[in-house]
Structures are given as structure tokens and as C-alpha cells.
């Protein structure tokens, strides 16, 4: 009985211990990308300047956009997909790229004739986005197949690829197209090793697709998209906007320190996500206790956070902050860690609807702060929008509350 029970206990360790080790390698591969972003930021501003890094951060927020709209919800729309009809991985994924695909003819037609670029960096956008759309559209079976070993490999293998060849070429050599071309090096190098790991998932290839005979996954992912496409636009309203009003020496200092003060966010997020599920399960009175627990260590970890930034920005960049940026940034922490969960309790409720709209007026509101804001009080303006954009977004997810509690 003793001998069945250790190994009972043994079994169960072991299953923790697999599961602990899958939720940091996830956790991890998704920091990652921040994570590169300060080296990345670090080796140009040295390298280069930071007005440099400025005009990179311009391009790229517009191709993320880009990106996130052709990516269309694909990832959470998927999942679902698969756990519904595991047989069927291949035809789903191909039928949801396939429509998706047909988003980028609209989106190259609008860069080329819309933005005052040359045709070889509008080149070079276009490919970075469309290896982008082609690699993020793998992410959905790193996730269904727990790939999260082979995706943090992957990622790691090409930023140092990346830095690499950044470092082969001189400054005065080195240019925003160059760069580009470097990132579209990486992201097709990205491309054809997740093609090879999953090669078995979605081949063989449909050959007898028939776009009118198929389901539209574009009208069946809409509600996942627009939540994703919202929550983007409410979260980097501000930097979209300092690109309108500051220099590109500000906007890269600006965009330095809002990646730093993202990233714990980023961590909790992808932290808490494997749990996500017991949210559909346990009685709200224990989410209760969960969401005050998050609060607690969210008010209390923020404040070394951002001694640690302080460093990074003083040490590393020698940047020179006033004091109340570090001040706001505290303060722009904290509500993240109190609304996350009760954004999953919509969820659980099938009410989307509401977090579209409490995303959607909150980004109108973070857009009228920030062309008031930032005009006169610049970067210090641009937090503080973020800030109140922040601290809004929690009171109407509390209010949300009477909704749930209606429903317990």
C-alpha cells in the first residue's frame, strides 16, 4: 500500500515538475521578443544613435499593426478548432491561412500608396510582414502541440543569428534598410524550421481547396480578432501618437522605457496562461480571492521593477528621466495585474462583447489624452495618458463586476 502510494506521489511530482517546466519555457519564449528588444535597442542606440532606433520603432509599430490584423484572431480561433475536431489540424490551418492570405493584397496595396517610403523599403516592410504573418501562423501548434522547447530554441538561435550580423557591419555601412533585410533574413530562416518541425501537422496540402465551398474562418474568428486588434491599439496609442508629435530621439528613449515597463506584464501574462482554464471551473468566490492575491504582489513587486528600469535606463542607456517618469511608471504597473483575470471571467461568460467595448472606448479615450497630453508635457505626457488610459481600463472592468456577480 506504502510501496503504491510513493509511487502515486512519485508520478504526480513528476507530472507537476513537466508541467512546471512546459509554463516557463512558454513563458520564456514569449518574453523573448522584449526581452531581444532591449539588446536589439542597446547594440543600436551604442552602435548607431538613438534617433536611429527611433525611425526603426516608427516602421515597426506600423508592420506590427499590420501584422496583427493579418493574423486575425488565428490563434485562439484555432485552438478551439483543433480541440473540437483533433483530426482535422491540417485542413483547418491550411483553410484559415488560405483566407487570411487574401487580407495581405489589401494591406500591401494601402502601404504602397498610402505611406511616403521608397519602393525598396516598402519592399522590405512587405516581406518582414509577410514572413511574420507566414511564422506567427505556426504559433498556434507551438501552443496545441506544447512545442515550447523547439519554439524558445528557435527564437534564440535567430536573434543571434540577427545580432550577429549586426555587429559584421560597420556604422557607417548600417542603415534602416539594411536592418530590415537582416529581420527578413531571420524571419524566413524562423519560417522554414517551424515548416520542418511541423511538417507532419500540416501536410499533405489540400490541394482541392474550394474558398467558396468553405467555411469562413475570417466571419467565425471576428470575435477573437477584434478584442486582439483593440486591446493593440488601446495599449500602444500612446506611441503611435508620440511618433506624430515627438523627434525620433524621444520616441526611441520613449519606446525604451515602455518596453522595459512591459515586460512584466508580458511574464505574468504568459505565466498565468496555462492556468487560464480553472477560471471556466472554479466558483467565483475562489477567482475572488485570486484576483486579490495578483493585486497584493502586483503593488508590491512593482516597486523593485522599476528600481531595477531605473538602473537599465541610468547604467545601461544613460538616459536622464526626471524622477515622476519613475513615479507614473509605477503607478501605470499596477492596474494589469487587477483586471486579467476578470477579463477571463468575461470570458467565461461568453461576454466579449463587453471587453470590445471597454477597450474601445478606453483606446478613444488614451487617443484624446495623448494628442493633449503629449504636445505640451512630451514624453512625461505620453505616460501619463498611458496611465489614466490604464487606471480607466480597471474601473470599468470592476464595474464589470456587477455583471458576474448576477451570473454567480
Not at 486575425?72 to 483533433?86: D, H, I, M, V, Y
Request: aromatic letters at 20%; one cysteine or more.
Amino acid at each position: 500500500m506504502i510501496s503504491r502510494y510513493k509511487k502515486h506521489n512519485f508520478f504526480t511530482i513528476k507530472k507537476i515538475q513537466k508541467r512546471g517546466i512546459g509554463v516557463i519555457l512558454y513563458a520564456f519564449s514569449n518574453l523573448s521578443n522584449p526581452l531581444f528588444n532591449i539588446i536589439l535597442s542597446t547594440i543600436l542606440i551604442k552602435k548607431i544613435s538613438i534617433s536611429f532606433w527611433g525611425e526603426y520603432v516608427a516602421i515597426l509599430l506600423l508592420a506590427n499593426l499590420f501584422i496583427i490584423i493579418l493574423g486575425w484572431g488565428n490563434k485562439e480561433f484555432l485552438l478551439r478548432e483543433f480541440s473540437r475536431n483533433p483530426s482535422k489540424i491540417n485542413i483547418n490551418w491550411q483553410t484559415n491561412l488560405i483566407q487570411r492570405f487574401l487580407l495581405c493584397f489589401i494591406l500591401i496595396i494601402f502601404l504602397y500608396f498610402f505611406f511616403d517610403y521608397s519602393r525598396q523599403r516598402v519592399l522590405l516592410i512587405v516581406l518582414f510582414i509577410l514572413s511574420s504573418f507566414l511564422y506567427k501562423s505556426f504559433e498556434v501548434l507551438v501552443l496545441f502541440k506544447k512545442a515550447f522547447l523547439f519554439s524558445t530554441i528557435l527564437e534564440i538561435t535567430g536573434y543571434i543569428f540577427l545580432i550577429g550580423m549586426i555587429t559584421l557591419f560597420s556604422s557607417e555601412k548600417f542603415s534602416i534598410d539594411l536592418l530590415l533585410l537582416l529581420m527578413v533574413t531571420m524571419m524566413i530562416f524562423k519560417c522554414m524550421g517551424t515548416l520542418w518541425y511541423f511538417r507532419f501537422d500540416i501536410f499533405p496540402l489540400k490541394y482541392s481547396y474550394n474558398f467558396f465551398s468553405s467555411r469562413n474562418t475570417l466571419l467565425l474568428a471576428l470575435p477573437f480578432f477584434l478584442p486582439s486588434l483593440v486591446g493593440l491599439i488601446q495599449a500602444k496609442i500612446d506611441l503611435y501618437c508620440s511618433i506624430y508629435f515627438l523627434s525620433k530621439y524621444q520616441v526611441g528613449e520613449y519606446q525604451v522605457y515602455m518596453n522595459l515597463l512591459s515586460i512584466p506584464h508580458v511574464a505574468a501574462t504568459y505565466i498565468i496562461m496555462p492556468f487560464i482554464k480553472n477560471i471556466y471551473r472554479l466558483p467565483i468566490e475562489s477567482i475572488n480571492k485570486i484576483i486579490t492575491r495578483l493585486s497584493q504582489i502586483g503593488i508590491i513587486c512593482s516597486l523593485p521593477v522599476i528600481l531595477i528600469i531605473y538602473i537599465i535606463i541610468h547604467k545601461y542607456y544613460q538616459f536622464s528621466f526626471s524622477i515622476w517618469m519613475y513615479v507614473l511608471g509605477y503607478l501605470q504597473l499596477i492596474p494589469f495585474f487587477i483586471y486579467i483575470f476578470k477579463i477571463h471571467l468575461l470570458f467565461r461568460f461568453d461576454q466579449q462583447k463587453i471587453i470590445i467595448w471597454i477597450t474601445l472606448i478606453t483606446a478613444l479615450f488614451g487617443f484624446i489624452i495623448s494628442i493633449l497630453f503629449i504636445p505640451y508635457w512630451k514624453i512625461e505626457g505620453a505616460i501619463s495618458a498611458n496611465l489614466l488610459t490604464q487606471w480607466l481600463t480597471l474601473l470599468f472592468f470592476v464595474y464589470s463586476n456587477r455583471y458576474i456577480k448576477s451570473h454567480e
